[in-house]
């Protein structure tokens, strides 16, 4: 499967504007008496305005790379509950479903714990 450029899904979006834009400035050239030049003009001034916004707003175009969850691999959180082998972790400001690496002993309520892996919405957990 091809992946479509940042670029490409930008000035895909940016069609709608730009049929409004054209639109618009049809109906004032013909209601109002706007000059096509200036009508031209204002609308090369709206596609700079685009093409000058899309270094900023570039990074919400690209793919990402990782999940949300994997940004918690690493992650220090604190035992809810007895975790033998599972139970519940806080990390951060959220409660999560938390299971112990294989092989480890049972944790106490109120221990450091660290996320090793993530599977599914269960967190792979292990002594900080």
């Excluded at 930008?10 to 706007?34: C, E, K, N």
């Excluded at 175009?61 to 690493?74: H, I, N």
């Excluded at 033998?84 to 450091?112: C, F, K, M, Q, T």
Aim: charged share 20%.
């Amino acid at each position: 499967m091809s992946r479509i450029s940042p670029l490409a899904k930008y000035l895909v979006l940016q069609l709608p504007s730009w049929i409004f834009a054209i639109l618009l400035l049809g109906f004032l050239v013909r209601s109002y008496d706007l000059s096509l030049r200036t009508a031209a003009l204002l609308f090369a001034l709206w596609l700079a305005k685009d093409f000058a916004l899309f270094p900023i707003l570039r990074v919400g175009y690209e793919p990402s790379a990782t999940s949300a969850t994997d940004g918690l691999v690493g992650a220090l959180g604190t035992a809810r509950e007895r975790l033998d082998p599972e139970g519940y972790v806080r990390v951060g400001a959220e409660l999560w479903r938390a299971r112990l690496a294989n092989g480890l002993a049972p944790i106490e309520p109120g221990s450091p714990v660290r996320v090793v892996a993530v599977s599914d919405l269960t967190l792979r957990v292990e002594p900080a």
